[in-house]
């Protein structure tokens, strides 16, 4: 008899929670920029192909050593990707690593990028179903994010890199050392 | 003055709404004269919602600017398809709609309904009144559509460009129709419980409901979902975005409550879980409406969000659902069980069903909820994406479109195991044969495409199995109509694996000239040139696809950008061949002249909402079938 009675009231039990959590949504107010989760913590593992033949890839391994850098996302169809390559050979000219992932590109198409628009990456790995993309937590490109000598992610820029964005960038990275 | 005349149908239908649950009250513990009036009153009701909605599109076709959400929504310039559909197109308008339909339905359960016991069809009347009266309230004192502006505006602000489409005209009115319909049901199962009795009359006089929410909720979940395919131009079909998952979950339990309630028609089992499910099912539509009009969860789909809508929404849950809960808590219990079967028998395979359908409604109600509940606890927004769903619910509902094939071969009461596999050896088979050719044709697909083709291949034909070796024209109606929809299961689910496993995209920055590939097409970029619309103008790319050496083809995808509201939008260009769809979408354009194209090929996509359509069909041809013999029923009843 009392198991019959738990199953009878279990699904008021059940709804009343689901009222509660409501409710709660309901009073919190709302925002809608995305960021990523992992700022301050380490990277997740990825390893991925080169997207140039002859050129050096990304790698979280390869992000532990070295220095920090930045590491840019970008892709070859992406409009706004085009319009922070100024920013970006600045940031090179400034002294900054900047490594690259190019989400769901193809190598010629990349190739064409770099030759328009300039070529500030020290390596380029090529993430071809977004799937590292989304395990930084990026939810779009360009992005760019700053990682310490430890692997570590910093800061996470949303959007293009604009003029006024390049010195926080550059300290932002001598921050990370 | 026909915003004043629509108000006031509105405060009296409220009025009316009012009566009918005290007279019911009233009638059921007193006095039994009292219940006669129940019946006219349920019928005035929904005449007077009509009018005021009819008093609402007629103030939209004029574009009345006087009325505030005339003024807000409608526009002179605006094709008189989209003026009409602006009608329900926004919040206050689709609330009116929605309290329109509950009160035609109510009329209808009022006139039609004949041979369920009369005081649990008025408990029903009074319950479905009650419904009404929260919704009166909700839309007079929350979201008046007949407020008056003054001054009027000299032009209206227009209607989302995104709303501006055939297809989503009449995707809200498909869907409310879909959720009233199961308000029905649950007003039924209350009626049902106030008076014990539940049984196979109740189950019949609820089922045509049940079937007529489900095919319409099935109409509007497939024709949203081709909408998203080809207007977001994203080229996908299902997102698992929130507002989707909001009708998927009445769909999920009215589906349940579908195989349900035949087991407690025909053999008068299951009778506490069929009312749980009717309270489930029309719980889901309202945690669907409360989701979607609240905005606590992020989704592409939030059109009209507004916190205090959501915090009333809400309470007439937390009233109703609650309520229900109660009710059954305190009566199931004494209600008589009902009667018994065998594991193996039909009522078993429509138990395992249920089952199924269940724990798939719970993995997307705790999906589509989680986010909310880690932000309440850590403040920290995520979101619960395809990964998720489709490997949480994907293996179950292969397993229950599998189990399909044998539940309508099996018989009611009891049944044996051997005999049941020689009548599935010709399905069985074919699934095999299905396996080794996926098996040997595309070698390197993934699992779930892999099973999904292979379960649709046996599926579909064990699913003809129950006409084989009938009369077909004797065959019932409803029988065609279980093994149409069963067959739509199998070809909708065959092109949803055949897109998964293999659809070719290519994303690239084109030039004029240029060409490109994506599975068997090559691309060529023709041109771009501007274009103009009634209210927009857009950018339009000229492209010739060509497939070997076929002839090739013109195609035209648009970038469209509406002026009353700013807003842009973008056209995909689509293409339907035998074996599949070619999508392409424009995007944005650099300073050198370069286009961004995105491309795919989708082979055999079509059949999803194919599918989905044979689905409704089926569906559709049940409920006449039903309704015939009860009709012919109820004939008979009048002779005796």
């Given at each position: 008899m009392g198991m019959r009675r738990v199953i009878l009231w279990a699904p008021l039990a059940l709804f009343a929670l689901f009222g509660l959590l409501f409710t709660t949504g309901l009073l919190k107010p709302s925002s809608s920029t995305i960021r990523s989760h992992l700022v301050g913590q380490k990277l997740p593992d990825f390893n991925l192909p080169a997207a140039q033949a002859g050129r050096p890839s990304v790698s979280s391994a390869a992000l532990e050593q070295g220095g920090p850098r930045l590491l840019n996302i970008f892709a070859s169809w992406c409009v706004p990707c085009a319009a922070e390559a100024p920013q970006l050979a600045q940031l090179r000219d400034a002294g900054v690593r900047i490594d690259a992932i190019a989400i769901r590109d193809r190598p010629d198409d990349i190739a064409g990028f770099l030759k328009r628009y300039g070529d500030p990456y020290a390596a380029i790995g090529a993430d071809k179903d977004s799937s590292v993309q989304l395990a930084l937590g990026s939810s779009g490109v360009p992005e760019t994010f700053v990682i310490d000598g430890k692997g570590v992610i910093r800061h996470q820029h949303i959007g293009d890199i604009r003029p006024e964005d390049v010195p926080s960038l550059i300290s932002a990275v001598q921050a990370a050392r | 003055m026909m915003a004043e005349a629509g108000l006031a149908a509105l405060w009296l239908a409220a009025a009316l709404a009012a009566l009918q649950l005290v007279l019911t009250a009233l009638g059921l513990r007193r006095d039994e004269a009292l219940l006669s009036s129940v019946r006219p009153i349920a019928i005035a009701q929904g005449l007077l919602t009509l009018f005021a909605f009819a008093a609402l599109i007629y103030l939209f076709l004029n574009v009345d600017l006087s009325v505030a959400l005339v003024a807000e929504n409608d526009?002179?310039?605006?094709?008189?398809?989209?003026?009409?559909?602006?009608?329900?197109?926004?919040?206050?308008?689709?609330?009116?709609?929605?309290?329109?339909?509950?009160?035609?339905?109510?009329?209808?359960?009022?006139?039609?309904?004949?041979?369920?016991?009369?005081?649990?069809?008025?408990?029903?009347?009074?319950?479905?009144?009650?419904?009404?009266?929260?919704?009166?309230?909700?839309?007079?004192?929350?979201?008046?559509?007949?407020?008056?502006?003054?001054?009027?505006?000299?032009?209206?602000?227009?209607?989302?460009?995104?709303?501006?489409?055939?297809?989503?005209?009449?995707?809200?009115?498909t869907l409310y129709i879909g959720y009233v319909g199961l308000s029905v049901a649950f007003s039924f199962a209350v009626g049902a419980l106030v008076t014990r009795d539940v049984g196979p009359a109740f189950a019949r006089a609820m089922r045509p409901w049940v079937l007529g929410a489900w095919i319409f909720l099935t109409l509007g979940i497939t024709a949203g979902s081709y909408w998203a395919y080809y207007e977001l131009g994203w080229g996908g079909w299902?997102?698992?975005?929130?507002?989707?998952?909001?009708?998927?979950?009445?769909?999920?339990?009215?589906?349940?409550?579908?195989?349900?309630?035949?087991?407690?028609?025909?053999?008068?089992?299951?009778?506490?879980?069929?009312?749980?499910?009717?309270?489930?099912?029309?719980?889901?539509?309202?945690?669907?409406?409360?989701?979607?009009?609240?905005?606590?969860l992020t989704s592409v789909h939030s059109f009209a969000v507004d916190p205090r809508r959501g915090a009333f929404i809400l309470a007439l849950l937390a009233i109703y659902i609650g309520g229900a809960l109660l009710l059954f808590g305190l009566r199931v219990g004494t209600v008589k069980e009902g009667s018994q079967f065998n594991a193996v028998s039909r009522e078993g395979a429509l138990v395992v069903n249920n089952l199924l359908l269940s724990a798939i409604l719970g993995i997307v109600l705790v999906g589509t909820l989680y986010p909310l509940g880690v932000e309440a606890m850590t403040g920290e927004k995520l979101s619960v994406g395809p990964p998720y769903f489709n490997s949480a619910a994907g293996p179950l509902a292969l397993i229950l479109v599998a189990l399909m094939a044998a539940g309508p071969l099996m018989r009611w009461r009891r049944d044996e195991l051997k005999p049941l596999v020689r009548r599935l050896a010709l399905p069985i088979l074919l699934t095999v044969a299905a396996l080794v050719a996926v098996m040997l044709l595309a070698p390197g697909i993934r699992l779930l495409p892999l099973l999904g083709l292979v379960v649709a291949a046996g599926v579909g034909a064990g699913s003809l199995a129950p006409l084989w070796g009938r009369n077909l024209r004797r065959t019932p109606l409803f029988t065609w109509g279980m093994v149409i929809s069963h067959v739509g299961v199998a070809v909708s689910l065959a092109g949803m694996a055949s897109e998964a496993a293999f659809t070719r995209e290519t994303l690239v920055a084109s030039r004029i000239g240029e060409t490109h590939r994506v599975g068997p097409w090559a691309i060529r970029l023709n041109g771009v040139d501007p274009v103009a619309g009634p209210n927009w103008t857009a950018i339009q790319a000229t492209i010739r696809a060509q497939r070997g050496t076929a002839a090739p083809i013109l195609m035209q995808p648009e970038a469209r950008m509406f002026w009353t509201p700013p807003t842009e939008t973008s056209e995909a260009a689509i293409r339907t061949v035998l074996d599949g769809q070619l999508y392409v979408v424009i995007g944005k354009t650099d300073a050198e002249g370069r286009w961004q194209l995105r491309l795919w090929w989708k082979p055999f996509v079509t059949l999803i909402w194919a599918g989905g359509a044979m689905i409704a069909f089926g569906g559709f041809l049940a409920l006449i079938g039903r309704v015939r013999r009860e009709r012919r029923a109820q004939e008979r009843l009048a002779w005796a």
């Open positions: - | 526009h002179s310039a605006k094709p008189w398809l989209y003026k009409f559909a602006g009608t329900w197109g926004n919040h206050e308008g689709s609330m009116l709609m929605w309290v329109t339909i509950l009160g035609l339905a109510g009329g209808a359960v009022a006139i039609f309904e004949r041979r369920l016991n009369e005081r649990t069809l008025i408990a029903t009347l009074g319950a479905q009144a009650a419904i009404s009266l929260g919704f009166y309230a909700f839309l007079l004192f929350a979201s008046n559509p007949f407020a008056r502006l003054d001054p009027a505006p000299a032009e209206g602000q227009g209607l989302n460009p995104l709303l501006q489409d055939p297809g989503l005209a009449f995707h809200p009115p299902w997102f698992w975005d929130p507002v989707e998952n909001a009708s998927l979950m009445p769909w999920l339990a009215a589906t349940a409550l579908l195989h349900s309630v035949t087991v407690l028609a025909t053999r008068d089992g299951l009778r506490a879980w069929t009312v749980m499910l009717a309270v489930v099912a029309f719980s889901m539509s309202m945690v669907g409406t409360f989701l979607v009009r609240s905005g606590i």
